[in-house]
């Protein structure tokens, strides 16, 4: 879909894996290299010449997002992040209650002025990190965000070793898992999503990760035993 939060997360993964392009270049072809880059700008133009219904306006209203004429979508996002300033002030150390924010912004001057359905008042942050402050306060909230920075560095901290240890194949894996979640994060920016599946995996994954790195050289897993 062509959301606010998918054109986010599309982009930054985009501009992600052109950064890590010239590492490519001594363990690729440089006739795939070429092909891989002359797909990607045939994209490019597709996106542009034949742009799908609304996109442009979506993009026209983020770079105008600062004017006094902003659109009913961004005047409701910008609606959700007051009510959720306002609630962290109120309550700034134990917040509000986990998932207690849709029905905060229900009560607010906002709600019923900002629907664009009848009766459909009850809302989300439309930002993880601001709903999860809102929601448990800003100690909580920063132990949440604290949690996905730790996830992101044990990604990287891994591929830096098998690197070191010249195991490209194990380190191009976990720059994908690394490239991978700081899209998804970015995307949560943009989306009220804190149970979402595919973000505890990758924290399992990272913890799994921290563990795989810190093991002594040769040592292999202990292999569980039934009984």
Request: proline share 4%; aromatic share 8%.
């Amino acid at each position: 879909t062509m959301t606010t939060q998918a054109l986010v997360s599309r982009g930054a993964v985009g501009l992600h894996t052109l950064f890590f392009l010239p590492s490519l270049r001594s363990r690729v072809r440089a006739g795939y290299l070429g092909a891989m880059l002359l797909g990607l700008l045939v994209v490019c133009a597709v996106a542009v010449l034949f742009p799908r219904r609304g996109v442009g306006e979506r993009v026209l209203a983020l770079f105008h997002a600062t004017t006094a004429s902003t659109g009913p979508a961004l005047s409701r996002r910008a609606s959700y992040v007051v009510v959720a300033v306002e609630r962290i002030a109120e309550k700034p150390l134990m917040g509000s209650g986990l998932g207690t924010y849709p029905g905060i912004f229900a009560k607010s001057r906002f709600a019923v002025g900002l629907s664009s359905v009848p009766g459909d008042i009850f809302r989300y942050a439309h930002n993880t990190y601001l709903e999860m402050i809102s929601d448990i306060g800003i100690p909580g909230g920063l132990a949440f965000i604290g949690i996905m920075i730790v996830s992101l560095g044990s990604f990287h901290r891994q591929r830096g070793r098998l690197l070191e240890a010249g195991e490209t194949g194990d380190a191009s894996l976990f720059k994908a898992m690394f490239s991978a979640m700081l899209g998804l994060l970015l995307m949560l920016a943009t989306i009220s999503s804190s149970f979402n599946k595919e973000l505890w995996l990758f924290i399992a994954l990272a913890a799994t990760a921290h563990r795989y790195g810190t093991r002594p050289p040769g040592e292999e897993c202990a292999k569980e035993r039934l009984p």
